[in-house]
């Protein structure tokens, strides 16, 4: 039975193979199909009858735009260059009165999609599927137009909303310093709102780190942040989280940090970037605007709901803003 007969029941954590000099826990070569390799990953999860079942969570017919604004933050880290919008009047070549715009953004800045360009396993330096940096140069291998040939990203939703989660419990943090979100407490928070997993849904953990820029009134304080601060609350990548990910088999992953582990790295070597984009195929969200989508789930009482995401169609992209929208 190929790995495709059974994509309902996949390998347990433990029954992925071990391949040479890479972590436990390698996908590479599951979804690989008529001697064609995969460059799609778990996003082979969003299947026809998961992207149906998606479609019962519409009943409110209210929509939530998932995309902070591009031009946030002010300052990005990596000496990034931050959005530069430019209006072109129609007036200077022609006669008639109107505009076009240019817009010069770099695709890690701002709500984002990390695609499976963006990041190679640590010690080999491969890229998912055992690709390698070379290949780049003369294909669009692992590219985010991928993910728009597909048809773009379509499932059902999931909000954990940790922020509510840790005021409930009296866990103070602060979203700009290392915090650990742990596995248990994403389950803890899950079963306190509501929320039973389903294979292919996409992961969603509001950290509170838009709130805190957005609510932040001192500019320099923002800009000194995000550009050269790298102490951050997120998911914290332990043996035990990495198994408890794969085996909620997340079809996507994302949330309201700059970066969606918590920062800085831990001792462990453990990266869920490492697994996620290299090992597992899994895109990764980062920097989303979710402080509506929380007012709205908290209102309706629910937090599943109908995402769609259309990522930018750029033959051998690395990322892309998500263009998410959250459908209740």
């Known amino acids: 039975m190929s790995f495709h007969d059974r994509i309902t029941n996949l390998p347990s954590f433990d029954e992925l193979p071990q391949i040479d000099d890479l972590p436990k826990g390698c996908t590479w070569g599951l979804w690989d199909k008529d001697g064609k390799k995969d460059e799609l990953g778990t996003l082979n999860l969003l299947t026809p009858e998961v992207v149906k079942e998606a479609f019962k969570e519409l009943s409110e017919g209210i929509s939530v735009c998932l995309t902070w604004s591009l031009d946030k933050p002010n300052a ?22 109107g505009f076009d715009d240019e817009v010069h953004l770099n695709t890690q800045c701002s709500s984002q999609w990390d695609g ?73 928070a899950a079963r306190e709102q509501g929320v039973a997993f389903k294979q ?16 932040t009134p ?7 942040v995000t550009s050269s601060q790298f102490t951050f609350a997120g998911v914290t990548p332990m043996p035990e989280s990495v198994r408890w ?4 088999h997340f079809a996507a992953v994302a949330g309201d940090a700059l970066a969606f ?19 597992w195929g899994t895109p990764i969200g980062e920097a989303w605007d979710l402080e509506k989508l929380a007012e709205t789930c908290e209102r309706l009482g629910r937090w599943s709901f109908l995402l769609t995401s259309a990522p930018l169609n750029v033959p051998g992209g690395v990322a892309s803003p998500p263009n998410a929208i959250a459908i209740f």
């Open 76 to 97: 990005p880290n990596f000496h990034r260059k931050p959005l530069d919008h430019k209006l072109i009047d129609h007036s200077t070549f022609s006669p008639y009165s």
């Open 245 to 248: 990910m794969w085996e909620r």
């Open 261 to 279: 582990e918590s920062l800085p790295y831990q001792d462990n070597g453990l990266l869920f970037h490492d697994f996620f984009l290299s090992l």
């Open 218 to 224: 001192d500019a320099k304080e923002r800009d000194r």
């Open 116 to 188: 499976l360009r963006h990041h190679s396993q640590g010690q080999t330096k491969l890229f998912y599927n055992n690709v390698k940096k070379d290949e780049f140069g003369t294909s669009n291998v692992l590219g985010i137009d991928r993910w728009s040939t597909r048809g773009g990203i379509v499932g059902r939703g999931v909000l954990i909303d940790y922020v509510a989660y840790a005021a409930r419990h009296n866990i103070a943090y602060s979203a700009v310093e290392c915090h650990s979100i742990t596995h248990t407490a994403l389950e803890a």
């Open 200 to 215: 292919g849904d996409i992961l969603l953990v509001r950290s509170g780190f838009t709130k805190w820029y957005n609510e």
